[in-house]
């Protein structure tokens, strides 16, 4: 089984390769760069912090959920399942698409799962912000997959990890504040059951 789904997922990336994408090429390369290191999930956090109270303790969870996440993907997970990086060349992707291929390991893709990290932590903090983070965490995965440095398979388990990073970050805001100051749908997205009473 374990052959058939890298088989899938071999064929998912060289059909992405193949496909001829040239006014989508530039905007997914630049977003995959500014995607480094956390970039652009800093910066949103940095503009939520001048927002007041809510914002401001939405930005720390999302810089919490990008750190337990970053730590998950690249110090643990890269170093134990150690999956070679797609060949990129083999695969005919277009230059115009190429961003430097990394040197780590390519599953799983640390930069999905600090995208999906912050976007999920924040979302529950900040419901309305929900839908274009998740579109933009979404985009910043995709962009690994066009870019050619990772293999759809690595995307999906980074999106995992982002989640599981996320709900980390929520149960440790819920524990360190009063239950009576705990928003339902902290406890819900960290899996803690509600506050008696």
Known sequence: MLHDLRAVDGALYAAVAATPTPTLDRALRRLSH???HSK???GIAGSLALGGARPRRAALLGVGAVAVASVSANLLGKRL???PRPDREAARVTVDRHVPMPT???FPSGHTASAVAFATAVGVALPGAAVPLAA???AVGYSRVHTGVHYPGDVAAGA???VAGAAVALAAAAAAR???EVPPGYRAAAGTPPAPG
Do not use: W
């Open 178 to 180: 009063p239950p009576e």
């Open 136 to 138: 933009l965490a979404s």
């Open 40 to 42: 652009i999930s800093l």
């Open 104 to 106: 780590s390991a390519s």
């Open 81 to 83: 399942v150690r999956r």
């Open 160 to 162: 995992v990890l982002g």
């Open 34 to 36: 500014a995607a480094d």
